[in-house]
């Protein structure tokens, strides 16, 4: 039997007990924390309905999903955080967004698993099911080891996803020819990036080349001089791959300046963090061929199918994210024989959703990602 939907209105908190046709004194009591007013509201209506197809497709009468409101703002969810702790809730999905987590700490007796991707500086019962910096690294490490890639230059946007980025680097022991941070500028980004990739130099060594076979006096150097004029830039460079670890706009800044830079994407290899299939990449031609690790492409997809198809509207990244991790949770207190308390994610477990593998230890989440291509306008996956 599925499973059956009560809502519960009192203030602005919202509870949804899944119940079957049998009550168990001993129920799975799961919170889940989301903005359902204010600017976020969508973001957190769909989570909403992504957890109810969750808990729907497990089909157990035992469990109960309790849904607070937090408005995305720290003090609601801390209040939200206490109603859950005072009806008996230790494991608590969200909230979205890491600003709103420096008050949990207080509830040292939960379990927060915040669908943010950041970890840096997130409280001690707070854990990341977001898709980090270090499960994207992890993957773009497989891939460039497997293609003999070992003289990489990491570009870094001077933005709030720094920290994140360079705790990652550290953590995975990321081995680097160089990093450098740039200014998200674009008037500023060019300028930055000509001088990392030694585009003054080598386009004087062009021009020097020339002035130098024009010199003699035979013309036995005229065809080459002909083929130098075409050339922009001469002279090789000191790495075989760029990371790119930004996104949208950004992302097509850095790469369309190394472009400029007469570093083309035939030249060495365009490499990025998760773009969840960003489709106006395929529309970015000269660009292309770029890598990126992500998500399993085929699940996103059929979820998205499938949220459309129940709900009439389409879904987000977050909400497809939070559909594996009521399955997860589920999946661990199954693992702990039902006891619902924070050693669940101590031990060392793997759990497969939609989104990937889930690998647990230590109260770490990380993700074994798929990576990818785009090229000639299509995407294909590498591993």
Request: aromatic content about 10%; hydrophobic content about 40%.
């Amino acid at each position: 039997m599925k499973t059956l939907i009560k809502l519960f209105f009192l203030c602005f908190t919202i509870s949804v007990c899944l119940i079957g046709k049998s009550i168990s004194e001993d129920k799975i009591k799961i919170g889940l924390i989301v903005p359902l007013t204010g600017e976020y509201k969508e973001i957190g209506d769909s989570i909403v309905k992504s957890v109810i197809m969750a808990a729907n497709k497990i089909d157990d009468d035992n469990i109960e999903i309790h849904i607070k409101d937090n408005s995305s703002r720290p003090r609601d969810t801390f209040l939200a955080a206490k109603e859950l702790n005072e009806a008996g809730i230790k494991i608590v999905i969200g909230p979205i967004f890491q600003k709103n987590l420096k008050l949990l700490s207080s509830f040292s007796n939960m379990t927060f698993l915040s669908l943010t991707n950041k970890i840096e500086s997130n409280p001690k019962n707070v854990i990341s099911v977001g898709v980090n910096a270090i499960s994207q690294i992890n993957t773009i490490k497989k891939f460039l080891k497997k293609e003999n890639l070992e003289r990489s230059l990491f570009l870094i946007p001077n933005t709030s996803f720094k920290n994140e980025i360079e705790l990652a680097i550290k953590k995975t022991k990321l081995n680097l020819k160089n990093k450098f941070v740039y200014d998200t500028d674009p008037t500023i980004l060019t300028d930055q990036i000509e001088k990392i990739t030694r585009y003054p130099q080598r386009k004087q060594n062009l021009l020097d080349e020339i002035k130098r076979l024009e010199a003699f006096e035979d013309n036995k150097y005229e065809k080459q001089i002909e083929n130098l004029k075409k050339k922009d830039t001469l002279g090789g460079i000191n790495f075989d791959s760029a990371i790119i670890g930004d996104f949208d706009e950004g992302l097509k800044s850095v790469a369309t300046s190394l472009l400029y830079t007469d570093i083309s994407s035939s030249r060495i290899k365009y490499i990025t963090l998760n773009q969840w299939f960003d489709q106006s990449l395929l529309r970015e031609t000269n660009l292309q061929p770029i890598y990126f690790p992500s998500v399993n492409k085929k699940n996103f997809e059929n979820f998205n199918k499938e949220y459309l198809k129940k709900f009439g509207e389409n879904s987000n990244q977050v909400s497809f994210l939070s559909y594996d991790v009521v399955g997860l949770v589920y999946f661990l207190i199954l693992k702990n024989n039902f006891l619902i308390n924070e050693d669940i994610f101590l031990k060392e477990n793997k759990f497969k959703g939609k989104v990937g593998i889930f690998e647990i230890k230590n109260n770490i989440i990380t993700h074994q990602l798929n990576f990818y291509m785009i090229d000639k306008k299509e995407i294909t996956k590498i591993f």
